[in-house]
């Protein structure tokens, strides 16, 4: 996979463009472009960050093996010499339990609003489950084109008979609808091919983001997902969706390194402790994995500073979510 990393020295993971009168972004005068933005769906934990990573050859979205890792709509940005998609992740669809799932499925059914493709993504390692039949109730009548994608056949024993169930939950279904079975994480080949069936589908635009673009998170963002990332896996039952990150300073010296400044958020003070391990020892774990990370990407040295505080209640807490971000 090729590393294409944030600008270190830019405040954000785009160059600064110049809006078009058509809202997109000129060609100065070039072909004809093409342009769209396609929905990434499905229940947690099904791939749906993996899949978008690997149309990009790239990591704008962070991954784990923990489900809802992705929180809020991260955009993903390909682009050729006259078409670009925008790919939108979004959040598992699930049964909210608290304001913050409320946030994330309002994100899914925004995103679903102003697509011009919608990707279904299933895990064919499974038969349908109760999230699945809600995410294709959610779908299933839309006026727009859409492919269902059928994750991890690398490691499903049945994915044939699986797909034959998903794609039962789409009867009825009048608009376009395609299919493809692949491993977002083993099979480039089919993810570039999927990739190429998207291209077709788009309608004639403007760019919506410059050439170059790989995402349309501030590196702040980005990094804070990183480091997100590396909590979720080193923390353990439910401890990690009670941990939210944010990066409040981010500054180059001379010589290169980066300086990264950076906020674990749990619930309560006993979170705080585990977070921070015995010693400090799970804490230096989790910043030492998401350093490693930003020096690969950033492909320069990284001094990444971590505290961990306290919010009491933060998932609940309207205020507290937009603060972090979640709005």
Known sequence: MTDLPPSPDSGELTTSPTPSAHGGFETEGGPQTHSGFVAIVGKPNVGKSTLLNSFLNTKVAPT?????????????????????????????????????????????????????????????????????????????????????????????????????????????????????????????????????????????????????????????????????????????????????????????????LQRIEGEIVVEKNAHKGMVIGAGGKQLREIGQAARKQLEVFLNRKVFLGLEVIVIPGWREDEEALRELGYE
């Open 64 to 256: 784990s093996p923990r489900p809802q890792t992705t929180r809020r709509g991260v955009r993903g940005i390909y682009t050729t010499d006259t078409q670009q998609i925008v790919f939108v992740d979004t959040p598992g669809l699930h049964k909210p339990k608290d304001a913050l799932g409320k946030y994330m499925n309002q994100e899914v059914h925004s995103a679903l609003g102003d697509v011009d493709v919608i990707l279904w993504v299933v895990d064919l390692r499974h038969p349908p489950t109760d999230e699945d039949q809600l995410v294709a109730r959610q779908i299933r009548d839309l006026p727009k084109p859409l492919i269902l994608v059928g994750n991890k056949t690398d490691a499903a024993k049945y994915a044939g008979e699986a797909m034959k169930l998903y794609r039962a939950l789409l009867e009825g279904r009048e608009t376009e609808t395609g299919e493809v079975m692949l491993s977002a994480q083993n099979n480039p080949e089919a993810v570039s091919g999927l990739r190429e069936q998207i291209l077709d589908h788009l309608p004639e635009n403007p760019f919506f983001f410059p050439r170059g673009a790989a995402s349309d998170q501030t590196r702040e963002m980005w990094a804070a997902e990183i480091i997100r990332e590396e909590a979720m896996k080193k923390l353990r039952d439910e401890l990690p969706y009670a941990v939210a990150t944010r990066v409040n300073r981010w500054t180059e010296r001379e010589d290169g």
